[in-house]
């Protein structure tokens, strides 16, 4: 693999590590080794060096002092805790698009999104499923304005998304639960409903970390 942008060369590094550790190409505990992901990808071992910072950040691998970086551990405790952070964090995006949408135009990447997740469900698409559920959000942050919100989401999502693909992997019937999860947060948002925002959101978030749970004791 080649990657041709110099100015973003760490992030693309990130980005194919995370999607490895994301899909379980790269297992729980795994030693990433920094002279082979740099042969491997034939760029500088300070690009990679820096590209595995950036994971550290995202919260899928771990750096330890002569031990070097290995992919993070998914526990129960660590799930119910990112799930149950993730869920405020989207609560106050989902509460910043009902106070904030003026026009159906405002509305219009949410129905795209949710016509692209059914087409995501009925094609078995995990991972575009995946991709276009975190999409959601993005499509919330210019309502929210706010970017310490957006970066600590953005730093927690790539955990978030390998939970998540790795509940959908398992429990491919799972997708048309969250499908409708979603339907719900569309006509709450609509509505304005703040309570109701937080119902549907607390149920998301809930039911992902059992799916979750559940497909770790599997696993």
């Keep these: 693999m080649t990657f041709k942008a110099p100015d973003s060369l760490a992030e693309q590094i990130a980005h194919h590590l995370a999607e490895r550790i994301i899909r379980g190409d790269l297992k729980p505990g795994e030693r990433i080794q920094e002279q082979k992901v740099t042969l491997a990808l034939n760029v500088s071992r300070g ?8 994971l550290e950040r995202r919260h899928l691998i771990a750096i330890l002092p002569r031990r070097g970086a290995h992919v993070t551990e998914l526990t129960a405790h660590k799930v119910q805790s990112l799930c149950t952070l993730m869920g405020e964090m989207y609560i106050l995006l989902g509460n910043a698009v009902a106070e904030g949408w003026q026009t159906q135009a405002d509305m219009a990447p949410f129905l795209q999104i949710q016509q692209r997740l059914q087409l995501s469900l009925e094609r078995e698409d995990i991972r575009a499923f995946v991709e276009e559920s975190f999409s959601v959000m993005r499509a919330a942050y210019p309502f929210a304005n706010n970017p310490y919100l957006q970066e600590t989401v953005e730093n927690l999502q790539p955990a978030m998304n390998r939970a998540y693909y790795l509940a959908l ?29 937080r119902l549907v959101l607390t149920a998301y978030c809930q039911r992902s970390s059992s799916l979750v749970i559940a497909a770790l004791a599997d696993a």
């Design 169 to 197: 992997d398992q429990r491919k019937a799972s997708m048309s639960e969250f499908l409708a999860l979603f339907e719900q947060l569309l006509a709450a948002v609509l509505a304005r409903d703040l309570v109701q925002i």
């Design 47 to 54: 690009s990679v060096r820096e590209a595995l910072l950036i």
